[in-house]
């Protein structure tokens, strides 16, 4: 069974059913007809103002912090950014020292923060994808308290459980290696990761999965090959959130792998930029700015799936 | 440079997990700068080293708040020891130590040594976790007796029991000034109190356009600091060096009419509109201008007088040189008369969590003239130690030396930083967040006073 031929049945069965076509295009007029409004609300030239004041109004900021980032200690110091014009003097020495200033270049962190991520990325959602298949499509007893159960660890904290699963890591002796960090990014991630991906499982047609289930399918192939091209913008978007999270991520990094070079992230080293007693405070711009690249490609490249994950929850019905 | 790189190496001998013979990291190191690491070893005198025996594939960890650039001096002045005894340090400096050194002893993963900075902080683990802080071996309390003074062997003791040597330390009453300045104007140092007043009122009338004094206390979650660091300085002055140690240790409430009066007096300065704060704005600029930045005004002659610990002279902008025929330059905060001479300071402690022969003989290593002095020698500026085998000809930055002296000057009367002695929940917390609202809000000095004694914990 392909992708493109697993749709079929049900359209076809739709077209038989007399009922069913007279009642589907009013429903689609009526979205459609909101979907206008809302349209022509959006687009009237006032919103579009609106839009782009707040758009500059938070890249000001950031577009401050690039700014102060190429300028010398000495003109940060004396005048502020928007002085550029006046006072043209930039520099990249920012970046040298923050790069290479220090006895471990910048590089080594940016490859453990790389080592880090993309096992708490995958990790969780493979997981997940396997979990929330079977809460929403695996009819067993008890399933709805186990979702709720999971849904309910989300309320849990992650700074009261830092300590308990430190003295178990300490126990195990492995702390202070990559695996502590990628099991407990997937510990926190988890809850959040289910959730999603089983409200967008759920969301799929049941008549979808019963007509495959009908041509002979099992789970496998079910999920391989009818959920899996559904959920793509699902996974994207919450892959870009558990990449931003464990990117940016402080304390679980500092707490669980500590701050030597073999295992510390570009945040750990970011933060101690400033030297000791902060005397460096002109290096942590550019330091942002080294931090904020990956993040950055990494959202303008998934950005389509981004929005169309979003769409795909509240478009339906 | 060449110790920078050669400590490269260590560290990626360490990130490959091999547990090397040193000679083999130093080979390693020489690879890429034609064989310097062997003239090094060569260089280094090792008889001294022989007490602690041969250490050959032993590891110790250390944990402490100073971090690069600061850091690489540290690892620089393990290297003798390395080199001699075969152990190899490993080195993990964070800011976030004060909060990351108890969730560490309470999982039960603390390192081999820490260099906690504040004794109160030392107290504090010792009651918390007593079967985690180990006492300092025999070697160790004879260093610490041989070459502290008493005083700095009983910040490190707690209960009667020696914990912790002194490793750096750092000077806190100067007033940073520019001699430049001084001299054009036929300004003089200071010697009492009253001179330092005088000379205040002489430059706010010489200089309308300008404020004598500058300061500033922001410094981002620990703003405040530098103001309990004025109160103590001030308290040492007025009240005398017994009763500011009866006030540390709350023998006195904290709003103690003494107190009130030390406070009175600073506020006599930091409060003042007609000397404050120079070329940065109004009394309550004091709360927001970073500590860091505060002095800035000093070269420009916009601001003249400005009270900081020695470790300011790493803010100065590169172009100016701190000398005392230099652009800027620090004098004693004098005291009541020219014989009355307390000294505020403050330092890290050498805390061990192991015993392990390794953990104590670098311990040992630490509380010798032998690491001071290799310490001074790879340091450009902005360290010293109370060590009293330390070689002051060693140290390179003339505020250093001056420093150098004046701890180990017998007329003058050290105390240790009293914030850093006080309960966390007050030394911490409390009075840096009160010192602040004392001047960002305008809180009257006893209110102040109280609402940190009320912050004081029960026990």
């Known amino acids: 069974m392909t992708n493109a031929s697993a749709p079929l049945p049900p359209t076809s069965l739709l077209d038989e059913d007399e009922g069913d076509t007279t009642r589907k295009p009013s429903r689609l007029a009526r979205v459609d007809a909101r979907a206008a409004v809302a349209r022509s609300k959006l687009s009237s030239p006032w919103t579009s103002l609106v839009a782009i004041l707040i758009a500059i109004a938070w890249t000001i900021p950031t577009f401050g912090l690039l700014v102060t980032s190429f300028r010398p200690r000495s003109e940060i110091r004396t005048s502020g950014w928007w002085t550029l014009p006046w006072n043209p003097g930039l520099t990249l020495d920012n970046y040298q020292e923050a790069l290479f200033g220090s006895s471990t270049s910048l590089i080594t962190y940016f490859v453990n923060s790389v080592v880090i991520t993309l096992p708490a990325v995958i990790i969780p959602i493979s997981l997940a994808l396997l979990a929330a298949y079977a809460l929403a499509w695996v009819d067993f007893k008890g399933r709805a308290i186990l979702f709720v159960a999971i849904f309910a660890l989300q309320v849990v904290p992650i700074q009261v459980t830092l300590i308990p699963l430190l003295s178990q890591y300490v126990s195990w002796g492995i702390a202070g290696s990559f695996w502590v960090i990628w099991l407990s990014h997937s510990i926190f991630a988890l809850p959040l990761a289910i959730y999603i991906l089983h409200n967008f499982m759920k969301d799929i047609p049941p008549s979808l999965v019963e007509a495959a289930r009908m041509d002979g399918a099992g789970h496998v192939k079910i999920f391989f090959q009818v959920l899996m091209p559904l959920l793509t913008p699902a996974i994207a978007s919450f892959a870009i959130f558990q990449f931003l999270w464990v990117w940016n991520d402080l304390l679980v990094a500092l707490t669980f792998a500590g701050g030597t070079t073999d295992v510390a992230p570009l945040t750990v080293r970011v933060a101690e930029l400033s030297g000791t007693r902060g005397s460096q405070w002109q290096l942590l711009s550019a330091g942002a700015f080294i931090a904020l690249v990956v993040p950055l490609i990494v959202f303008l490249g998934l950005q389509r799936y981004f929005v169309r994950g979003l769409m795909a929850g509240s478009v339906k019905g | 440079m060449n110790g920078t790189r050669r400590r490269r190496s260590y560290l990626a001998a360490a990130a490959a997990g091999a547990s090397l013979a040193l000679v083999l990291t130093a080979c390693s190191g020489g690879d890429d700068e034609g064989g310097g690491g062997d003239d090094a070893a060569s260089d280094v005198d090792c008889t001294a080293f022989e007490q602690y025996g041969d250490l050959e594939g032993k590891t110790i960890s250390v944990y402490t708040s100073i971090v690069e650039p600061e850091s690489v ?101 100067f007033v940073w000034y520019s001699p430049q300045a001084f001299e054009d104007n036929g300004y003089e140092i200071p010697t009492t109190w009253d001179d330092l007043i005088a000379l205040t009122d002489q430059i706010k009338d010489d200089f309308p356009d300008a404020k004598p004094w500058c300061a500033g206390i922001e410094s981002g979650d620990a703003t405040g600091w530098p103001a309990t660091d004025w109160l103590e300085d001030v308290m040492l002055r007025t009240a005398g060096a017994d009763v500011y140690d009866q006030w540390v240790n709350h023998e006195i409430p904290f709003n103690d009419p003494q107190v009130l009066s030390a406070l009175e007096t600073v506020g006599g300065i930091l409060k003042n509109p007609d000397y404050v704060n120079g070329g940065l704005g109004d009394v309550q600029s004091i709360a927001t201008v970073a500590w860091n930045e505060s002095a800035n005004a000093i070269p420009d002659q916009l601001c003249f007088l400005h009270r900081a610990a020695n470790f300011y002279q790493a803010n100065w902008d590169e172009s100016l040189t701190v000398a005392e025929d230099g652009d800027v330059y620090a004098f004693y905060l004098p005291g009541e008369s020219a014989d009355d001479k307390p000294l505020l300071g403050g330092g890290e402690f050498v805390t061990a969590f192991a015993d392990r022969p390794e953990v104590q003989a670098f311990q040992a290593y630490l509380s010798s003239p032998e690491w001071a002095n290799a310490k001074a020698e790879v340091t450009g500026q902005g360290w010293l130690s109370a060590n009293s085998g330390l070689d002051p000809e060693l140290l390179q930055s003339p505020i250093d030396k001056l420093s150098f002296d004046l701890l180990t000057d017998d007329s003058y009367t050290f105390r240790f930083d009293g914030s850093d002695q006080m309960p966390g929940a007050v030394g911490a917390d409390a009075f840096w967040k009160q010192m602040t609202a004392w001047i960002g809000e305008d809180q009257s000095d006893q209110e102040t006073l109280d609402n940190i004694e009320a912050a004081w914990p029960a026990s």
């Open chain 2, 73 to 173: 001096q540290q690892t620089d002045s393990y290297i003798p020891f390395e080199e001699c005894t075969g152990a190899e340090i490993e080195y993990e400096g964070s800011r976030e130590f004060e909060a990351q050194l108890p969730v560490r002893l309470q999982a039960g993963n603390p390192p081999d040594i820490a260099y906690v900075p504040q004794p109160g902080f030392l107290a504090s683990m010792v009651a918390d976790y007593p079967d985690a802080v180990v006492p300092a071996p025999q070697a160790v309390i004879d260093n610490a007796n041989e070459y502290y003074t008493e005083g700095w062997v009983d910040y490190g003791t707690v209960d009667g029991t020696l914990y912790a040597t002194p490793l750096g330390a750092n000077v806190k009453s």
